[in-house]
């Protein structure tokens, strides 16, 4: 408590947070915005409110992954990842509280200009983002404990985001755009993947069980190596079946990239590396989205 004295108060909330891992929000939203581009529907407002709800959602899970982890008594000193401000008592639990609420409310208050220019798909990916925010680690049944949370990064933040920044630009959805999401959704997972590879035996001990626990270290290693391979292989299917051009296989220009992240994440556990190898997946994610954006814009 002494150290959380020394640190300003703004500076806490940007551990809170977690700016690390944001580039998981703005991916899907590039690429929902290119894809509008490239079929003249490019609305800015919608699109700029979809990435700031984006944003916000991100935030909001952090938070509420941060106290109910802690709550749950999961975050224990033992844990190998970056600081954790309820754990470490570098924020009360109940500013904290007013943190997610806060966040929330604002993620509401984008919402619902998107739903009214959306309707009720936009209302139903909202209500069920923020339900997920708060059920992901919290509520008597948390599915993040469960082996679920792979599968929620994946439906949350590759095939809705995808498609919803898309749909409140064009009112509609095509083929091109669900498939265009599963790339970006799977290099979100695999983010998730080397935080839980790297927590896979504080999470044992807590009885968190993640699907990295279920795997084991080396099946969660296959898990990324799997993600990845799945991402490369959406552009060149695209191309080969001619629902693109060539120009998104500018997606392989992050590759040696891909290639560095493999070696260090089939390495055994090590808590820094695989916090680097968390961010840089969470890099690679980005620039690949960007260049598969500007691909399918080209």
Not at 11 to 31: C, E, G, N
Request: aromatic share 10%.
């Amino acid at each position: 408590m002494n150290q959380a004295s020394e640190i300003p108060h703004w500076r806490v909330w940007l551990i809170a947070i977690r700016p690390r891992t944001l580039p998981a929000a703005l991916s899907p939203v590039l690429v929902g915005i290119a894809l509008a581009l490239s079929n003249d529907a490019f609305a800015p407002w919608p699109a700029l409110a979809a990435l700031g709800g984006a944003l916000l959602i991100q935030i909001g899970a952090n938070l509420a992954n941060d106290y109910f982890d802690y709550v749950n008594g999961t975050d224990t000193a033992r844990r190998k990842g970056p600081t954790r401000v309820a754990q470490s008592g570098l924020i009360p639990l109940d500013h904290l509280q007013i943190g997610i609420a806060v966040t929330l409310a604002m993620t509401t208050l984008l919402g619902s200009y998107l739903i009214a220019v959306g309707g009720w798909p936009i209302l139903a990916i909202g209500l069920a983002s923020l339900v997920s925010v708060l059920a992901y680690s919290g509520g008597p049944w948390p599915f993040g404990y469960h082996g679920l949370g792979d599968l929620f990064v994946f439906l949350f933040f590759g095939l809705a985001a995808v498609c919803g920044t898309y749909f409140v630009q064009a009112l509609n959805l095509t083929p091109l755009v669900v498939a265009a999401s599963v790339p970006v959704g799977v290099l979100t997972v695999a983010i998730l993947v080397v935080n839980n590879l790297r927590d896979i035996e504080t999470d044992r001990q807590t009885d968190k069980h993640t699907l990295a626990v279920m795997l084991g270290p080396q099946g969660t290693r296959l898990e990324y190596h799997l993600l990845l391979v799945t991402a490369y292989a959406v552009p060149v299917l695209l191309w080969l079946t001619e629902w693109a051009r060539a120009w998104v296989l500018l997606t392989w220009l992050t590759l040696p990239l891909a290639l560095r992240l493999v070696r260090v994440v089939q390495q055994p556990s090590d808590g820094p590396a695989l916090n680097k190898a968390l961010a840089g997946t969470a890099n690679l994610g980005l620039m690949f989205s960007a260049l598969f954006g500007l691909g399918l814009l080209l």
